[in-house]
């Protein structure tokens, strides 16, 4: 009797390569409709987003209400002559304090002059000049605490260099809230009709405060009445008190410091 041949035989070259294609089909990825679905979507997502950008930007002012493109024009090229008259004050002092026969004394003035300026921006010394008068009337009492704060706002951005309210002085710190017996400014309770006055440009002021879709556009929104006048003098009497620091201190002046 013969022994079996137990000599290993050569795999067959075409049962493995059928293996390898049913592995490779078992670890591709394969695309549910959920997945397709999602994928859409995110596209879609993305090109509206890309849209939205684009015409955000392509717009700019373009946009916004003709009212709106006037009261920013106003605003900024009062700010501009602002800016222009600091500067021609600021060269012509330099000019002072660097040819002057005096130059101590126009130093002194320069000082002297600038600390008048910060006391009354600061609400510490009364002021006059030209500006306007303001009275809103609000018999239901119906326009809250923060129409009152864009009036002061809008008298700011005209170029108001000091405010009065009723008798409050109305500073960089100023806040108005609505509480249960009335409004209030600065922990003072105040009651219509409501006065301010504000010295500043009157031909600026007046048409910023009239303004379509401004301030007293929405004052009377609620319910209140206006009366703006212009004034050649205005006389802001009230003033506020201003807490000396507790920590800080001037620095002493050097013996060397010219």
Same mark, same amino acid.
């Given at each position: 009797?013969?022994?079996?041949?137990?000599?290993?035989?050569?795999?067959?070259?075409?049962?493995?390569?059928?293996?390898?294609?049913?592995?490779? !089909?078992?670890?591709?990825?394969?695309?549910?409709?959920?997945?397709?679905?999602?994928?859409?979507?995110?596209?879609?997502?993305?090109?509206?987003?890309?849209?939205?950008?684009?015409?955000?930007?392509?717009?700019?002012?373009?946009?916004?209400?003709?009212?709106?493109?006037?009261?920013?024009?106003?605003?900024?090229?009062?700010?501009?002559?602002?800016?222009?008259?600091?500067?021609?004050?600021?060269?012509?002092?330099?000019?002072?304090?660097?040819?002057?026969?005096?130059?101590?004394?126009?130093?002194?003035?320069?000082?002297?002059?600038?600390?008048?300026?910060?006391?009354?921006?600061?609400?510490?010394?009364?002021?006059?000049?030209?500006? +306007?008068?303001?009275?809103? !009337?609000?018999?239901?009492?119906?326009?809250?605490?923060?129409?009152? $704060?864009? +009036?002061?706002?809008?008298?700011?951005?005209?170029?108001?260099?000091?405010?009065?309210?009723?008798?409050?002085?109305?500073?960089?710190?100023?806040? $108005?809230?609505?509480?249960?017996?009335?409004?209030?400014?600065?922990?003072?309770?105040?009651?219509?009709?409501?006065?301010?006055?504000?010295?500043?440009?009157?031909?600026?002021?007046?048409?910023? $405060?009239?303004?379509?879709?401004?301030?007293?556009?929405?004052?009377?929104?609620?319910?209140?009445?206006?009366?703006?006048?212009?004034?050649?003098?205005?006389?802001?009497?009230?003033?506020?008190? +201003?807490?000396?620091?507790?920590?800080?201190?001037?620095?002493?002046?050097?013996?060397?410091?010219?």
């Amino acid at each position: 009797m013969s022994e079996p041949d137990t000599t290993p035989q050569p795999p067959d070259p075409g049962t493995s390569r059928s293996a390898w294609r049913t592995l490779g !089909r078992a670890l591709a990825p394969r695309a549910t409709r959920a997945q397709v679905m999602a994928g859409i979507l995110c596209a879609l997502l993305g090109f509206a987003i890309v849209v939205q950008v684009q015409q955000n930007r392509s717009e700019g002012l373009s946009s916004l209400r003709q009212d709106e493109l006037v009261r920013i024009l106003d605003e900024v090229t009062q700010r501009t002559e602002e800016l222009e008259d600091q500067a021609a004050a600021l060269r012509q002092q330099r000019a002072e304090l660097v040819t002057g026969s005096d130059t101590q004394r126009a130093a002194q003035d320069a000082a002297m002059e600038r600390a008048a300026q910060q006391g009354i921006l600061a609400g510490r010394l009364p002021a006059e000049g030209p500006g +306007v008068s303001l009275v809103v !009337r609000d018999q239901r009492r119906e326009v809250p605490a923060l129409a009152l $704060l864009n +009036v002061v706002e809008e008298m700011r951005n005209a170029g108001a260099e000091a405010i009065q309210l009723n008798d409050v002085r109305v500073t960089a710190s100023t806040y $108005l809230v609505d509480t249960p017996d009335g409004v209030e400014i600065d922990g003072v309770a105040i009651a219509p009709p409501y006065r301010w006055l504000a010295i500043g440009d009157p031909d600026v002021i007046v048409p910023a $405060l009239n303004m379509p879709g401004g301030a007293l556009a929405v004052v009377r929104g609620y319910g209140g009445t206006s009366d703006v006048q212009p004034l050649e003098t205005v006389v802001v009497d009230a003033v506020r008190l +201003v807490d000396p620091p507790q920590h800080a201190t001037p620095v002493p002046t050097s013996p060397d410091a010219g």
